[in-house]
């Protein structure tokens, strides 16, 4: 049963521009909600997470936004870089039952120079 | 500080064989993850050790997977025998303790011909 849906499957957008990855999921028992980066040819890595207590958290150019009642949370990228081209996955977690990560699906991101 | 070991780094085997993957943690860190990552989809855990107990493996297939992590260190992931579909990428992570975050090997390339 999928979790934790994503969109879009890919995106392509121009240096300089914001890139947004939307994510929805459906069971309200999660808790914490990371974002990956991966690169081709190496492992998902940690990009920047957010608890349910908290409507935004923004680390340099990177922003989660998360709306509780629409069980909805987002990725904004500001001023897109070609570096940040990857593959991103939402994630979601429930800490009082271990630490079983559910992924999304990832949206291949393309940022064109 | 050494990441996350994985090897080997890329697997060919034909159907009904069986196959090994190797995973070295980093130091000092008591949990140990196996994930499978389908082409095109995100990571799903396969199983979750804490120390060499094993947490949750209510995903891994354990008619034809099986795992190990002796001594609380090292661990493998086991497929006998091979089918089609575990062609994949096996991810191992790690992280200091449970709730704290995972750090991703480079992962294991299996193509099951």
């Known amino acids: 049963q999928q979790q934790v849906k994503q969109s879009p499957q890919s995106l392509i957008v121009q240096k300089g521009g914001i890139s947004i990855i939307n994510c929805a999921y459906e069971?309200?028992?999660?808790?914490?909600f990371p974002w990956y980066q991966q690169f081709p040819g190496k492992g998902p890595a940690l990009l920047i997470a957010i608890r349910p207590d908290v409507s935004e958290k923004k680390e340099g150019r990177f922003t989660i936004s998360f709306n509780k009642s629409a069980k909805q949370f987002s990725l904004h990228i500001m001023d897109s870089q070609p570096g940040d081209s990857a593959t991103y996955f939402c994630a979601a977690v429930i800490e009082t039952s271990g630490s079983r990560l559910t992924f999304g699906e990832g949206t291949q991101l393309t940022v064109n120079p | 500080e050494a990441g996350v070991a994985q090897s080997p780094r890329y697997k060919i085997i034909e159907k009904r064989q069986s196959v090994a993957f190797w995973c070295n943690p980093i130091?000092?860190?008591?949990?140990l993850y196996w994930y499978q990552q389908i082409l095109g989809q995100g990571p799903k855990l396969l199983i979750q050790f804490q120390n060499n107990g094993v947490v949750d493996d209510s995903q891994l297939p354990k008619d034809r997977f099986s795992a190990e992590r002796l001594k609380g260190v090292d661990s493998t992931l086991k497929i006998q025998p091979a089918k089609l579909e575990d062609s994949a990428v096996y991810l191992c992570a790690s992280s200091f303790l449970i709730q704290e975050t995972q750090y991703f090997g480079p992962g294991t390339r299996l193509l099951v011909l």
């Open positions: 130091s000092g860190h008591a949990t």
């Open positions: 069971n309200t028992a999660f808790d914490y």
